[in-house]
């Protein structure tokens, strides 16, 4: 089955710097790839997503980049900012699956 | 525009108690319904899913069962709780293309 690694488990930043987190997929067949953020005691958000025809997709300070080829996307935050500080989540699926596999989250961390 | 609405919000049950936890959309017809949790510091968990009315699967063996009387309702339930139930858990909905919208919430404490 599918299987999502994310890394780094936890990542810290100067404020106004960039973040990257980085998640890698198994199932070639895998066409969706969402972000989520959670903030403390909250639900996760969908922050951005990506379907396997495009490459990058932006919004505003927010990127995600995907590699099919080597089977990994990315999640780009730019100007990073103290509210930007919370878990993140990747997660892939097919389009006949009704399920989301989630990566393990990243705990990013801003520093003022 | 559609809303989720989970609760209660927080609960503390002692071991042995039964629970139920409720969740309902609102704005859709049909959406699929999900049951997460997530231990303290903790990845997220996919408990149950369904399609449609009374229909449900389940992905990890455990003493919680779900049911869903109405299109829009989706119940989580136990007959008595274990300490290893505490957790938080996320009701969540979609609709198709795989993206999937969360509710708030329910922090329960079992002790």
Same mark, same amino acid.
């Given at each position: 089955?599918?299987?999502?690694?994310?890394?780094?488990?936890?990542?810290?930043?100067?404020?106004?710097?960039?973040?990257?987190?980085?998640?890698?997929?198994?199932?070639?067949? !895998?066409?969706?790839?969402?972000?989520?953020?959670? $903030?403390?005691?909250?639900?996760?958000?969908?922050?951005?997503?990506? /379907? &396997? @025809?495009?490459?990058?997709?932006?919004?505003?300070?927010?990127?995600?980049?995907?590699?099919?080829?080597?089977?990994?996307? !990315?999640?780009?935050?730019?100007?990073?900012?103290? $509210?930007?500080?919370?878990?993140?989540?990747?997660?892939?699926?097919? /389009? &006949? @699956?009704?399920?989301?596999?989630?990566?393990?989250?990243?705990?990013?961390?801003?520093?003022? | 525009?559609?809303?989720?609405?989970?609760?209660?919000?927080?609960?503390?049950?002692?071991?042995?108690?039964?629970?139920?936890?409720?969740?309902?959309?609102?704005?859709?017809?049909?959406?699929?319904?999900?049951?997460?949790?997530?231990?303290?510091?903790?990845?997220?968990?996919?408990?149950?899913?369904?399609?449609?009315?009374?229909?449900?699967?389940?992905?990890?063996?455990?003493?919680?069962?779900?049911?869903?009387?109405?299109?829009?309702?989706?119940?989580?339930?136990?007959?008595?709780?274990?300490?290893?139930?505490?957790?938080?858990?996320?009701?969540?909905?979609?609709?198709?293309?795989?993206?999937?919208?969360?509710?708030?919430?329910?922090?329960?404490?079992?002790?």
């Amino acid at each position: 089955g599918e299987n999502v690694e994310q890394h780094p488990s936890t990542l810290s930043v100067q404020e106004g710097d960039s973040a990257v987190i980085k998640c890698t997929y198994s199932d070639s067949a !895998s066409n969706y790839f969402p972000w989520y953020k959670q $903030e403390l005691g909250k639900g996760p958000q969908l922050i951005i997503d990506i /379907r &396997s @025809n495009v490459g990058e997709k932006k919004d505003q300070r927010i990127a995600v980049t995907l590699n099919k080829t080597a089977k990994h996307f !990315s999640l780009h935050i730019t100007e990073t900012q103290p $509210e930007d500080s919370a878990v993140y989540f990747c997660a892939a699926s097919k /389009r &006949s @699956n009704y399920q989301l596999i989630w990566g393990a989250g990243t705990k990013l961390i801003i520093k003022p | 525009s559609q809303t989720i609405h989970q609760w209660p919000a927080t609960l503390v049950q002692p071991v042995g108690s039964p629970l139920s936890l409720e969740c309902t959309v609102e704005g859709t017809s049909n959406p699929n319904l999900y049951w997460y949790r997530q231990a303290a510091g903790r990845g997220l968990q996919l408990l149950f899913y369904s399609v449609g009315i009374g229909q449900i699967s389940s992905e990890v063996p455990q003493n919680l069962s779900a049911s869903r009387p109405q299109d829009r309702q989706f119940i989580l339930s136990s007959k008595k709780l274990l300490l290893s139930d505490s957790g938080f858990y996320l009701c969540a909905w979609g609709i198709s293309g795989n993206t999937i919208y969360f509710g708030e919430g329910s922090w329960l404490t079992v002790v």
